[in-house]
């Protein structure tokens, strides 16, 4: 979906596909049959119109800018780039994994924390954890653990 901007005109976001090739191109200082290329070795997909043009985002443009430095600069092959670009995405969605983990650990601390943990005996005599309001399972523990519990130790 793309914003208003402060002036009332449209603002698009970086992810919204918005150029044809040839702007695309000229954006990114490089011939429409390179970003064609790029298209077919999945360096960069842009969306496809219903006839099945291509349209360029800002993000597609900048990503088409730092295929060509690579490529140019660092003189690094295409094959390579490929690679690179695929373990920065690789890394990007690890570290949102991380992110996610991060804050489940946080609301189990804060659980923790509240007292929300509750105890049970199980019907083998096992001490077992349930949520508040919840009973232990009907299995049948063949458990011959004693637990002692001390207050305040």
């Known amino acids: 979906m793309s914003a208003m901007g402060a002036g009332g005109g449209f603002t698009p976001r970086d992810e919204d596909p918005v150029f044809v090739i040839s702007v695309a191109a000229q954006l990114a200082g490089m011939h429409a049959q390179t970003l064609r290329q790029y298209d077919r ?12 043009g291509r349209r360029y985002s800002a993000r597609d ?49 804060a659980a923790l924390a509240t007292g929300s943990r509750v105890f049970a005996a199980g019907r083998g005599g096992d001490v077992v954890a349930v949520r508040a309001g919840q009973r232990p399972s009907r299995t049948v523990s063949r458990s011959q653990s004693l637990v002692i519990w001390r207050p305040g130790t």
């Open 61 to 109: 443009v900048a990503r088409l800018r730092e295929v060509q430095r690579l490529s140019q600069d660092e003189g690094i092959s295409l094959a390579g780039i490929q690679r690179i670009l695929e373990l920065q995405n690789q890394v990007a969605a690890l570290q949102s994994r991380v992110g996610e983990l991060t804050a489940e650990v946080e609301r189990a601390r």
């Open 41 to 52: 070795l999945g360096l960069v997909s842009p969306s496809r119109t219903r006839g099945g």
